[in-house]
């Protein structure tokens, strides 16, 4: 299993102590008796499965990122109507990401419970990060392939 694997399959979780979810675990656990308050002894009873809280999440926030994401590519002159329609998407694109917080947030906690933020200098200097500007790269392929 490549590294990728690791994260995006969630495989990570199951080398994790169920304490390190803790926090999660009891945000889970009020919200959805909140949601659910016939439901509480049997909520209480099970635990709460991180695992399929993040694949189930991260699939939909990968969804989400795709229909979020910019208009692609390059039109061949300006279309007035095509623009419209750009304006009419965005305006639902600005409507979704606008409320993506409380979904990455949760990402956040369950990929690293200490939800740590780390600086760009801090990687590039003790991890080797390298630090390019890719939407400058972008869009140089784009200006040579188009």
């Known amino acids: 299993m490549t590294n990728l694997d690791y994260l995006v399959q969630g495989e990570f979780l199951y080398d994790r102590e169920d304490h390190e ?10 919200t959805i008796i909140s949601l659910y308050p016939n439901m509480t002894a049997h909520i ?5 499965n991180i695992s399929w809280l993040y694949n189930n999440l991260f699939l939909f926030r990968k969804e989400v990122y795709k229909l979020t994401y910019p208009n692609g590519g390059m039109a061949e ?14 305006k639902l694109k600005t409507c979704i990401t606008d409320n993506l917080n409380e979904i990455d947030e949760t990402l956040w906690l369950i990929l690293d419970p200490a939800k ?4 760009m200098n ?11 500007d890719f939407k400058a790269i972008d869009f140089d392929w784009e200006m040579e392939n188009y």
């Open 44 to 48: 209480n009873e099970r635990p709460i």
């Open 122 to 132: 801090t990687l590039v200097s003790q991890y080797n990060y390298i630090d390019h």
């Open 116 to 119: 740590r933020d780390i600086d």
């Open 21 to 30: 979810n803790a926090v999660l675990s009891e945000k889970v656990r009020e």
């Open 77 to 90: 002159g300006f279309s007035a109507g095509l623009h419209f329609s750009f304006y009419l998407q965005n």
